[in-house]
């Protein structure tokens, strides 16, 4: 694989919340630079502010367009309204325009081949809705952006734990209709790929959760793993995905069972994501798995409550920005050794000597 830095396209999220603190902290360590080029998707104008009122000392170059962003410093695209306002801690519509201008310009540049992977920053789901953004999140999004058909699976993550979630953005009262044979097919092997190609696990193992208290207790309180999950789990199995439970969610993270296996897919949103951080706040990425695309993002929303005040951790958007080059050069790697695979061969023929020949199918 060339040796070269990776473009991080990274959008600036909402503009009155932790985004661009830390952005600017991330990057006060000169050393993030020799593993990437950062290009910021936003405003040149409000980092400034954001820099000033902080007091961090980050640099910064401004640039129109991402071929301008060469090696050694961080690059803030200007693609937002000039005059943007911010209202610190403030959900504006005018943050949610914003945010929606970084978003459609780097999907933009990475159609284009200008940037390699992507970073998010956290929005507000809800200011930033439009009739060009009316989804529950990027993740969706970027679905419908990007996948060129394919499914995406959001995965949260560090160093000890991944949980992928069988169910994303939806209401409580519509999971348990939602978790079907055929979604959890779906989820399963998208997670096993992903463990695989992405994080180069040969033979992952995969917890299944349980929906219902206590695995639902042999159908006393609930008859979704007798009827679904469980015999989701034995196709899986025979098809060679080393699925296993499913566990009561209580008692599989109480006891610490998640550290047997390579990834834990859960069957909502907060059932997945409440222990996961709980574990893992400080350094959790999330990542969109099952798209052509490396996308991440910190594990955490806009904290508005905290914004402006200097001590957001810039932890999370520091390990999504590793997480993004990682993937993406494993994924890089799978496709050099998957390039010139050796041709077949195979003996289907005698000469006159009776020696057997060699012929190969190309």
Wanted: glycine content about 8%; proline content about 4%.
């Amino acid at each position: 694989m060339e040796n070269r830095k990776i473009r991080v396209g990274i959008t600036h999220g909402d503009m009155n919340g932790i985004g661009y603190e830390i952005i600017l902290k991330a990057f006060e360590d000169d050393a993030m630079f020799d593993l990437c080029t950062p290009i910021v998707y936003g405003s040149p104008k409000v980092a400034t502010y954001y820099r000033k009122t902080i007091g961090v000392e980050t640099n910064f170059s401004i640039i129109n367009q991402a071929q301008q962003a060469t090696d050694d410093k961080l690059y803030i695209l200007n693609c937002c309204n000039d005059d943007a306002k911010v209202d610190i801690g403030q959900s504006t519509p005018e943050a949610g325009q914003n945010a929606m201008l970084a978003l459609e310009r780097v999907v933009s540049d990475y159609k284009n081949g200008l940037i390699d992977v992507l970073v998010t920053a956290p929005i507000n789901k809800k200011n930033i809705q439009s009739d060009v953004f009316c989804f529950p999140g990027h993740t969706e999004y970027l679905e419908a952006c990007l996948g060129n058909g394919d499914k995406a699976l959001m995965i949260l993550l560090n160093e000890h734990l991944r949980v992928a979630l069988a169910t994303g953005h939806i209401p409580v009262r519509d999971i348990a209709s939602a978790i079907t044979s055929d979604v959890l097919e779906e989820k399963t092997a998208l997670f096993s790929n992903s463990l695989r190609n992405d994080f180069g696990i040969e033979k992952p193992r995969i917890a299944v959760l349980a929906l219902n208290p206590h695995a639902g207790d042999d159908g006393l309180i609930g008859k979704e793993e007798l009827e679904t999950i469980n015999p989701t789990i034995s196709k899986m199995r025979e098809q060679g995905i080393l699925c296993f439970g499913p566990y009561a969610a209580d008692g599989f993270f109480g006891s610490g069972n998640y550290t047997h296996f390579d990834g834990v897919l859960a069957m909502y949103h907060d059932q997945g994501l409440a222990a996961f951080k709980a574990l893992s706040m400080d350094d959790g990425v999330n990542f969109t798995a099952g798209l052509p695309v490396v996308r991440t993002s910190p594990d955490h929303g806009t904290a508005y409550d905290i914004a402006g005040k200097g001590i957001a951790s810039a932890q999370s958007l520091r390990s999504a920005i590793y997480t993004a080059i990682d993937i993406f050069r494993n994924r890089e790697r799978e496709k050099e050794c998957s390039a010139n695979p050796l041709r077949k061969l195979y003996y289907n023929k005698r000469d006159d000597s009776d020696k057997l020949k060699l012929d190969s199918i190309e």
